[in-house]
């Protein structure tokens, strides 16, 4: 398992659950053995390394956005604001979005 590998199989994770949480990549990588993958963040806890993100940044430019304060990637939808970051409520009602919300709106997106 690689760097490009860890990133396919994101997308994948968020092709079937409408997102993926980084604490969901660090427990993958670390049952894997591929710690070296990871990095220690400056709170101590195990993050995601730059060959990781750099590989998913390549596979997703454009269709995939990163919900920091709930620290998971999701699709981009219409309604996002252009850039990488995305803010973790619904962009047609304002919730606070869940998993099960926001594949609602993926799936009337691309209707």
């Not at 993926?20 to 993958?37: M, S, T």
């Not at 956005?65 to 619904?90: I, L, S, T």
């Amino acid at each position: 398992m690689d760097a490009d590998s860890v990133a396919n199989w994101m997308l994948a994770q968020i092709d079937r659950e409408a997102c993926i949480y980084q604490d969901d990549v660090v427990d993958h990588l670390v049952k894997a053995g591929r710690e070296d993958l990871l990095i220690e963040s400056s709170d101590g806890n195990q993050v995601l390394g730059k060959a990781v993100l750099a590989a998913f940044r390549k596979l997703t430019p454009d269709n995939v956005v990163w919900v920091k304060p709930d620290r998971y990637w999701r699709f981009r939808v219409a309604e996002d604001e252009p850039g990488r970051d995305a803010r973790g409520q619904c962009p047609t009602t304002g919730h606070r979005l869940s998993v099960v919300c926001f594949h609602r709106q993926r799936i009337e997106t691309n209707d």
